[in-house]
């Protein structure tokens, strides 16, 4: 890897680290949070769900406007809004009786900052380096701190609601400055893409969107699709774990977090693995792409076919689902990364980000439907959706076609 860059690629991987314990810190106190805030589960999943929502519909602006003005620009500003959402969620809950509209008012705002910030992460890492073997290492060092984030998350967010169970939301704000003193100091921009920022006007940029779309379409879509498939059964089976937990098995607190890591770190081993494993070899990412969701299809189908109730028999098979998972999205990341020119770079991994926000929203309240009805279909649901992903990345994904296209 270039010399005196890891101290940058460090404080991007701070941004979806941080991004991701926003979300996924929430995720065991949610059972809590029904019973303080008096409301239902399918209404406590929407804290989950506002965040990612109102990030699918920014994050494609955001991705413009680095494109247009700089990365850094849209970026801290962005962690500014993520962390004041944070404070009025968190003051809510410690000062307000009925809580919950301002905690989703909150939570709201605090999607907005995550629109701004984590997407441009993966264009800014291809800014960064020259070689595409450093990109796709730098891309596993994100992926990893994304899915790091979502190891510590369970363990975090348990530790600080059993202090009280609102301090979660305190975490966010400080973590966001931590990420914005990080960023600010230690990611310069390379001269020349400073310069590229300003160079095209909004018709001629969105004239050159077009034009990506128009020559490969083909193969951007089914890595949006396989994104959101991965981020939706990583939160629709967090969510279920995480009420099983503690209603059916009388498991909460640390010890829950605790358990709830153990699919994550998976995960997150996979993720780190992946990225180092793929190189510059892009049949290679391909086909670890392909192997992990069909890990992630089989392991969770026999979850659900079989109706597995013994938690050990779960927690190993969602590990062996995260592992799944983890080997795709680093793969994923290389792919689109680098696949797309500079120049709209930073556009097109935002709407990959924005389908795999999809994914996040989706997650949570489809979970707490299937519990009402169905658990078995939360892992049908993610396994067919796998194997739908298996066949379009088959079909779509051509990456020596994508190569000639790229330059």
């Given at each position: 890897?270039e010399?005196?860059?890891?101290?940058?690629?460090?404080?991007l991987?701070s941004v979806?680290?941080?991004?991701?314990l926003?979300?996924s810190?929430?995720?065991?106190?949610?059972?809590?949070?029904?019973?303080?805030?008096?409301v239902?589960?399918?209404?406590?999943?929407?804290?989950?769900?506002?965040?990612?929502?109102?990030?699918?519909v920014?994050?494609?602006?955001?991705?413009?406007?680095?494109d247009?003005?700089?990365?850094?620009?849209?970026?801290?500003?962005?962690l500014?809004?993520?962390?004041a959402?944070?404070?009025?969620?968190?003051l809510?809950a410690?000062?307000?009786a009925h809580?919950?509209?301002?905690?989703?008012?909150?939570?709201?705002?605090?999607?907005?900052g995550?629109a701004?910030a984590?997407?441009?992460?993966?264009?800014?890492?291809?800014?960064?380096?020259?070689?595409?073997s450093?990109?796709?290492?730098?891309l596993?060092?994100?992926?990893t701190a994304?899915?790091?984030?979502?190891?510590?998350s369970?363990i975090?967010g348990?530790l600080?609601?059993?202090?009280?169970?609102?301090?979660?939301?305190?975490?966010?704000?400080?973590?966001?400055?931590?990420s914005?003193?990080?960023?600010?100091w230690?990611?310069?921009?390379?001269?020349?893409?400073?310069?590229?920022?300003?160079?095209?006007?909004?018709?001629?940029f969105?004239q050159?969107?077009?034009?990506?779309?128009?020559?490969?379409?083909?193969w951007?879509?089914?890595?949006?699709?396989?994104?959101?498939?991965?981020?939706?059964?990583?939160?629709?089976?967090?969510f279920?774990?995480?009420n099983?937990?503690?209603?059916?098995?009388g498991?909460?607190?640390?010890s829950k977090?605790?358990l709830?890591?153990?699919?994550?770190?998976?995960?997150?081993?996979?993720?780190?693995?992946?990225?180092?494993a793929i190189?510059?070899?892009k049949q290679?990412?391909?086909?670890?792409?392909?192997?992990?969701?069909?890990?992630?299809?089989?392991?969770?189908?026999?979850?659900?076919?079989?109706?597995?109730?013994?938690?050990?028999?779960?927690?190993?098979?969602?590990g062996?689902?995260?592992?799944?998972?983890?080997?795709?999205?680093?793969?994923?990341?290389?792919?689109?990364t680098?696949?797309i020119?500079?120049?709209?770079?930073?556009t097109?991994?935002?709407?990959?980000s924005?389908?795999?926000?999809?994914?996040?929203?989706?997650?949570?309240?489809?979970?707490?439907l299937?519990?009402?009805?169905?658990?078995s279909?939360?892992?049908y649901?993610s396994?067919?959706l796998?194997?739908?992903?298996v066949l379009?990345?088959l079909?779509?994904?051509?990456p020596?076609k994508?190569?000639?296209?790229?330059?």
């Amino acid at each position: 890897m270039e010399s005196g860059k890891t101290g940058a690629l460090l404080s991007l991987s701070s941004v979806p680290f941080i991004m991701t314990l926003g979300n996924s810190m929430l995720i065991p106190t949610l059972p809590t949070l029904t019973k303080q805030l008096h409301v239902t589960s399918f209404q406590v999943s929407l804290i989950i769900t506002v965040y990612s929502m109102v990030a699918i519909v920014l994050i494609p602006v955001a991705g413009y406007l680095s494109d247009r003005f700089g990365r850094k620009k849209v970026m801290i500003p962005s962690l500014i809004i993520a962390a004041a959402g944070g404070t009025i969620s968190a003051l809510a809950a410690s000062f307000t009786a009925h809580a919950y509209p301002y905690i989703l008012g909150g939570r709201l705002l605090q999607g907005i900052g995550a629109a701004g910030a984590a997407p441009i992460v993966l264009p800014l890492v291809g800014d960064l380096f020259k070689k595409e073997s450093d990109v796709s290492a730098g891309l596993g060092v994100i992926e990893t701190a994304n899915t790091f984030g979502k190891v510590l998350s369970p363990i975090l967010g348990s530790l600080l609601a059993a202090l009280v169970w609102y301090a979660p939301f305190y975490a966010i704000p400080a973590l966001c400055l931590l990420s914005i003193a990080l960023v600010g100091w230690l990611v310069k921009i390379p001269k020349e893409r400073k310069e590229q920022a300003s160079s095209s006007s909004l018709s001629v940029f969105w004239q050159s969107i077009v034009t990506v779309f128009r020559e490969k379409a083909r193969w951007l879509l089914a890595v949006f699709f396989v994104g959101a498939v991965c981020m939706y059964t990583v939160f629709a089976t967090l969510f279920y774990l995480s009420n099983l937990l503690e209603d059916t098995y009388g498991i909460g607190g640390v010890s829950k977090g605790w358990l709830l890591a153990i699919p994550l770190a998976a995960l997150c081993l996979a993720s780190y693995g992946a990225g180092k494993a793929i190189g510059e070899n892009k049949q290679r990412m391909k086909w670890v792409t392909i192997i992990g969701l069909l890990l992630m299809s089989g392991a969770l189908w026999y979850c659900g076919q079989f109706k597995i109730t013994s938690l050990g028999s779960l927690l190993w098979l969602t590990g062996l689902a995260g592992t799944g998972i983890g080997a795709a999205l680093p793969s994923l990341d290389a792919i689109i990364t680098e696949g797309i020119e500079k120049e709209q770079r930073g556009t097109v991994t935002s709407l990959y980000s924005s389908m795999r926000f999809i994914g996040v929203a989706v997650g949570p309240p489809v979970a707490s439907l299937f519990m009402a009805s169905s658990v078995s279909w939360i892992f049908y649901s993610s396994a067919i959706l796998g194997v739908l992903s298996v066949l379009w990345s088959l079909a779509a994904i051509r990456p020596s076609k994508q190569k000639a296209a790229a330059r």
